[in-house]
């Protein structure tokens, strides 16, 4: 069975790497700390602090499993081998809603590297899925739970 790949630029890739690091180098060595301090406490099968440490170590383990998945599964996008005007993972995009004067800034990346809070999105989202491929002056329709509407692209650019 072949595994997913995971599109991402190469800046997504080498901060899932700085993740990593950090889970192992950092945050792994505490967790075995805390559970060689809950240890020495005594009886295990009442140690709150044993239990907590165990949750924390399955945790913090889960992380690093999925990261390096995604690390070895990365697929790296080259946004210079699209048009300099054509949206792809790895470029910034203004959009205007079509009979309003709002416009939106996006910056398109893996899902590896989404967060809505600072304008990235996901290539999986719908948002994205309707403007990969787009140039600039072309319409796309969104579809949102609200209802589609149709934004314009205004402008494209290589994400730094």
Avoid: C, H, W
Wanted: hydrophobic content about 35%; charged content about 30%; aromatic content about 4%.
């Amino acid at each position: 069975m072949a595994e997913k790949t995971y599109p991402m630029t190469q800046a997504e890739k080498e901060q899932l790497e700085k993740e990593l690091e950090e889970l192992k180098l950092v945050r792994r060595p505490e967790v075995v700390e805390r559970i060689k301090i809950a240890r020495s406490y005594g009886d295990l099968s009442e140690n709150s602090e044993y239990d907590a440490a165990k949750d924390e170590q399955a945790f913090v383990e889960g992380q690093i499993s999925t990261l390096e998945t995604k690390i070895r599964y990365a697929e790296i996008v080259d946004s210079d081998a699209v048009a300099k005007d054509e949206v792809a993972i790895g470029k910034t995009v203004v959009v205007q809603e079509v009979g309003t004067t709002d416009k939106d800034t996006y910056v398109i990346v893996g899902a590896t590297g989404a967060d809505i809070f600072t304008g990235k999105i996901s290539n999986e989202s719908p948002i994205a899925q309707a403007l990969i491929g787009k140039k600039i002056g072309e319409r796309a329709v969104i579809e949102s739970p609200a209802g589609d509407y149709t934004v314009e692209i205004i402008s494209v650019e290589k994400t730094n």
